[in-house]
């Protein structure tokens, strides 16, 4: 790696002071001559020479000769001034590798090489009616070249230039997208690609516009670029006239014409100029710009993905990337993958990096870790920062780049734009309704933001924020004061929102990440009473989507919220809740501690619909724990008082679990009987929950009474519903019930297809009970196909996990299967072990279970040869059985009589 040393690196103090000295920008000085800031720039740094044309121009406009401008060749400054010339500091200087050969037309950095006299194109001759031929043509306005290749637009290059060789409308084209995403980059690596110069051949013309464009001095350039003389051009008094002449000299020559950063579509008509053989590019921020000026062949430009973003923070700042590449992806994601964002912060690390002094990397990536200080990282204007839409010498930083598009605002538009800085960023999205009520703003202030470019469209309905325009309308939110407003109406939408739909699961998830943050915003801010309502009207959602964690996080704070605020309804809904979500992760203890709890302090203060809905939950839990005939006394109450206060829903909760209690002692025809009265309850309503959990418990019933063809139909229906709601917990239990049919069947292998479906599912939402029974399943399974070794794996898990969540009845049956599995390979004392500990597990009432006890130690004396002991057992299991009508009858019967014959 070396230094390059060139005599064209000394500045041009005499044309520099010159303008200083008139108080001008270089963009004024620019519009004066009728070219751009860039050139200007590299006519003051020395970069390179202005042609004659521009000389003269220079001369004329500040009243000085070229001498006292320094325009002449390069290194010929006046020796008194030349000892002062310095090369740049050692932090920014530009290094090329060794073995770099610069390309044809270009000098050792990428810049294109501009000969003595030259204005941008070679002559040859002249044409039929005396005009000098043009040959390729490369606007000397078009942005240099960057050293660094283009990263991560490959695809959007190549559909480009496909595009734009096509001709006829398709050769209309336009890139829209926010500020900073890299459309000007990319029109550059468009202007200066091989192919598009071969395809091109009368050569590429560019005209920078930005917010406030000078339309006439840029078709003054072009028409000295096309050869129209200077008598011709005096005669040109307005833009129409002059736009006139040079479509006419276009004609049928073959021109590529970027209109760079327009900000009206008016604007980009004007330079409209190409013939038929020529094609059209602009480049925009606005997306209605974009879809007028080019229809159908407009692209909307995207941010990099991550590992592009890790790809041009590598070539920017490898060994940073290669030190803290955790943490440089962080940044990438703060900041959205943006490119510009990545260009600036990239150039600011490895400057810091370059004394390799770890500490200041670590400082650097600190700072960079605030939004503030991202936005505000700058870098002087020159040939290859400058940004189009910036004036003058304003340094480029994401703050500035931004503040171009929100000063074309009206203040209440603007207020609107940062008040929407409160919705989670990019990729989230939020609802044109939520907009409106946050921003406290009409439609029409909503479009003209979005006209912007800033406020993107994600979807019908929806808009997003990138991250970076979300940090920059945040910072200004504070500013101006409006903070807690937009905080207080994002909190009092939400309420209001979740409150109403919360039982649309699938509006709160599009809307989940929205949600969270006002939870959050409201716990921050002490809103107690918005959080304990938002929280609780959720509550059925995360149950729903197992989201066991997050519910519980929100539900202790909800309920520290309703006891500080001696919100007894509060505390009751949140105990309920908290009992429900121990209950699901198979704490029973626990959910019992919860339930007693709430049920106390409902009773106290008489709220019947809070009791009713504690002894839902007791019921269940006390059943689960084994205790059937105190369950039912809890259910029958609630469903008592559910009654009284007319809650259909509430009466379909305690109709589903009263089924499964008393299916669980063998009356099915009553079990079948509450179920189907809560279900017939749950379709009036509509409520697809509701159904779907009555669905699968009838299902189990039909199942267990050997009623196979009916219990699918349950299932069938059951899961189609699940699959809807997005019920990960009914979808397991589904599974498993389906696998139960199939296996019946004899179809071994689809059945454990659907039990490992099934396990996968429980094990994801960490559901302990939906986990045993996949594991019972898939242990009989094997058994049945004789993989011994597997099926006690999967017997030996479910036996632990049931015992450590206190499931009696879940505890039998995986006892009852290791036992068949021992008979199997006739180790008939291990056997005995297992349905001697069943029958002292075997929660009280449940009469199948215990007939089943019964069956497996008739079998091992069976096998041990005493006959009449075995018989008198299996038929005393066989009456029980027949009696509940259980699906084992005739698997027992036929066992029987084998064992008579």
Not at 390 to 419: F, K, N, T
Not at 882 to 887: K, L, M, N, Q
Request: proline share 4%; charged share 20%.
């Amino acid at each position: 790696m070396h230094r390059l040393e060139t005599d064209a690196s000394e500045h041009r103090r005499g044309l520099t002071q010159a303008r200083l000295a008139r108080r001008w920008s270089q963009q004024e000085v620019a519009d004066k001559l009728g070219t751009t800031h860039v050139n200007v720039s590299r006519w003051e740094r020395g970069l390179t020479r202005p042609g004659p044309y521009f000389r003269n121009r220079l001369c004329n406009l500040f009243g000085m000769t070229e001498e006292e401008l320094e325009l002449g060749p390069a290194g010929m400054q006046r020796p008194a001034e030349a000892k002062h010339s310095s090369p740049m500091p050692a932090a920014a200087e530009l290094h090329v590798p060794d073995n770099v050969v610069a390309p044809e037309g270009q000098d050792e950095i990428g810049h294109p090489k501009i000969e003595e006299g030259s204005i941008g194109h070679d002559k040859i001759g002249q044409d039929e009616i005396g005009h000098d031929k043009i040959g390729p043509l490369l606007d000397p306005a078009i942005p240099l070249q960057p050293v660094m290749r283009l990263v991560g637009r490959e695809q959007e290059l190549a559909q480009l230039k496909q595009r734009l060789r096509r001709g006829g409308n398709v050769a209309l084209t336009a890139l829209n997208g926010i500020p900073g995403v890299g459309k000007t980059a990319l029109a550059v690596a468009l202007a200066h690609d091989a192919e598009v110069r071969q395809y091109f051949t009368d050569g590429v013309l560019w005209a920078a516009l930005g917010p406030n464009p000078n339309a006439h001095s840029v078709l003054s350039r072009w028409a000295v670029l096309l050869g129209i003389s200077a008598s011709e051009l005096a005669g040109l008094n307005d833009e129409q006239a002059l736009a006139q002449a040079l479509h006419m000299r276009i004609a049928e020559r073959v021109f590529l014409l970027i209109i760079d950063d327009a900000w009206q579509v008016g604007h980009a008509l004007t330079f409209k100029l190409g013939g038929p053989n020529c094609a059209h590019l602009v480049t925009t921020r606005f997306p209605a710009i974009a879809a007028q000026f080019a229809s159908k062949q407009a692209t909307a430009l995207q941010e990099l993905g991550e590992e592009e973003s890790i790809t041009l923070l590598r070539l920017l700042a490898p060994s940073v990337v290669e030190s803290e590449y955790q943490r440089v992806r962080d940044l990438i994601r703060a900041v959205g993958g943006l490119p510009l964002a990545l260009t600036l912060l990239g150039n600011y690390l490895r400057i810091q990096a370059y004394t390799g002094q770890p500490r200041r990397i670590t400082a650097a990536l600190q700072r960079l870790s605030d939004a503030e200080q991202r936005l505000h990282i700058t870098e002087p204007r020159g040939p290859v920062e400058s940004h189009p839409s910036l004036e003058g010498d304003i340094p480029v930083s994401l703050q500035s780049v931004l503040a171009v598009s929100d000063q074309q605002l009206a203040q209440p538009e603007r207020i609107a734009l940062y008040a929407l800085s409160v919705f989670p960023p990019k990729p989230n999205s939020f609802s044109e309704e939520s907009a409106l009520a946050v921003a406290n703003c009409n439609l029409a202030t909503l479009d003209a933001i979005a006209d912007t470019g800033l406020l993107e469209s994600s979807s019908p309905g929806r808009y997003t924020l990138h991250q970076v325009v979300a940090d920059y309308a945040s910072l200004r939110l504070q500013s101006v004061g409006e903070e807690a407003l937009a905080h207080q109406r994002l909190i009092t939408y939400i309420t209001t929102y979740v409150e109403a739909h919360k039982k649309d699961y699938e509006l709160l998830d599009l809307e989940q990440t929205t949600i969270l943050a006002a939870l959050e915003r409201a716990h921050t801010h002490r809103k107690r009473a918005e959080f304990i309502r938002t929280t609780t009207a959720l509550a059925p959602f995360f149950l729903a989507r197992a989201m066991y964690d997050e519910a519980e996080q929100y539900l202790q704070r909800a309920h520290e919220a309703a006891v500080a605020l001696s919100d007894n309804y509060g505390i009751t809904n949140t105990l309920y809740y908290l009992g429900e979500i121990a209950h699901k992760r198979g704490n029973l203890a626990q959910a019992d501690t919860y339930s007693h709890e709430g049920l106390a302090l409902a009773r106290r203060i008489n709220d019947r619909e809070r009791i009713s809905a504690l002894l839902t939950l007791l019921g269940g839990v006390t059943w689960k724990r084994g205790d059937a005939a105190r369950a039912e006394a809890y259910l029958q109450e609630g469903l008592i008082l559910a009654r009284q206060i007319g809650d259909p829903e509430r009466i379909c909760s305690l109709l589903k679990i009263l089924g499964l209690v008393v299916a669980g002692q063998g009356d099915y025809p009553k079990a079948e009987g509450y179920l189907q009265e809560g279900l017939s309850i749950a379709r009036e309503l509509g409520d697809r929950e509701q159904i779907c959990s009555l669905l699968v418990n009838l299902g189990a019933i039909a199942s267990g009474q050997g009623d196979y063809v009916q219990a699918e139909k349950y299932n069938r229906e059951a899961l189609a519903l699940a699959r809807q709601l997005g019920h990960r917990e009914w979808m397991s239990a589904l599974l498993s019930n389906l696998g139960d049919l199939t296996r019946e069947l004899g179809n071994y292998i689809q059945a454990e297809s659907y039990f490992q479906e099934g396990l996968e599912l429980a094990r994801q939402i960490k559901h302990p009970e939906y986990t045993s029974i996949s594991l019972i399943n898939l242990g009989l399974t094997a058994r049945k196909q004789g993989n011994y070794t597997q099926a006690e794996a999967y017997f030996q898990e479910c036996v632990m996990l049931a015992r450590q969540i206190g499931r009696p009845w879940i505890t039998s049956i995986a006892l009852y299967e290791y036992g068949n599995l021992y008979l199997d390979l006739h180790q008939l004392d291990v056997a005995a072990g297992y349905f001697r500990e069943m029958l002292a597990v075997i929660p009280t009432g449940n009469q199948d279970l215990f007939a089943l006890a019964q069956y497996g130690q008739a079998r091992i004396l069976a096998a041990q040869g005493d006959i009449n002991e075995a018989r008198r057992r299996g038929e005393a299991s066989i009456r029980i059985l027949e009696t509940v009508r259980d699906r084992h009858v005739q698997e027992v019967r036929d066992w029987l009589n084998a064992l008579t014959v």
